[in-house]
T-cell receptor
Framework: DQQVKQNSPSLSVQEGRISILNCDYTNSMFDYFLWYKKYPAEGPTFLISISSIKDKNEDGRFTVFLNKSAKHLSLHIVPSQPGDSAVYFCAATQVGVSYGKLTFGQGTILTVHP | KAGVTQTPRYLIKTRGQQVTLSCSPISGHRSVSWYQQTPGQGLQFLFEYFSETQRNKGNFPGRFSGRQFSNSRSEMNVSTLELGDSALYLC??????????????FGAGSRLTVL
């Protein structure tokens, strides 16, 4: 049972444009969501997170939106840069319950073309 | 501030052998988690340790075990290796604040190949 899903295995965008990565979850107990970026031969790097009490969180070029009723979150990158090319994972957890456990999606490969 | 350090970075074993992987968390981080990443299953949670105690465990067989030392360093062990154990094993640490979410910081991983 895949509780966190990223239905797009890959996404290709032009430099300077917006990248939108999507993620759906099924477990309504999740109350904290995170996005990680991963380059080959490196571990995932934390990007941005959002609590279920919010519907939007911004950090520079990165914005995460949460739609609890639809159990959907998205990551917007504006403007996209070639250095953003990587695998992006969304993850979800239950604060105070799931010690150390993040449930990850399968990842989306983002390619930003110059 | 040094990041999460995992050793060895690469190793090759044969079926039936056992392997021990090591993880040094960020200084001050007392929670250490382990994950397995494979192309088919993605990132899967193995277990989490805090103050030398396992607090959470994923759905992996008993061949997968771990421990944490008093200095928060952690090791994981896989016994009787199978071909399907070939994967990238990732360690992550966090501050484990009492309230709020704890963001995990990952190491670069240990790439295990089982022949």
């Amino acid at each position: 049972d895949q509780q966190v899903k990223q239905n797009s295995p890959s996404l290709s965008v032009q430099e300077g444009r917006i990248s939108i990565l999507n993620c759906d979850y099924t477990n309504s107990m999740f109350d904290y969501f995170l996005w990680y970026k991963k380059y080959p031969a490196e571990g995932p790097t934390f990007l941005i997170s959002i609590s279920s009490i919010k519907d939007k969180n911004e950090d520079g070029r990165f914005t995460v939106f949460l739609n609890k009723s639809a159990k959907h979150l998205s990551l917007h990158i504006v403007p996209s840069q070639p250095g953003d090319s990587a695998v992006y994972f969304c993850a979800a957890t239950q604060v105070g319950v799931s010690y150390g456990k993040l449930t990850f999606g399968q990842g989306t490969i983002l390619t930003v073309h110059p | 501030k040094a990041g999460v350090t995992q050793t060895p970075r690469y190793l090759i074993k044969t079926r039936g052998q056992q392997v021990t992987l090591s993880c040094s968390p960020i200084s001050g981080h007392r929670s250490v988690s382990w994950y397995q990443q494979t192309p088919g299953q993605g990132l899967q949670f193995l277990f989490e340790y805090f103050s030398e105690t396992q607090r959470n465990k994923g759905n992996f067989p008993g061949r997968f075990s771990g421990r944490q030392f008093s200095n928060s360093r952690s090791e994981m062990n896989v016994s009787t290796l199978e071909l399907g154990d070939s994967a990238l094993y990732l360690c992550a640490s966090s501050m484990n604040r009492d309230s709020g979410a704890n963001v995990l910081t990952f190491g670069a991983g240990s790439r295990l190949t089982v022949l």
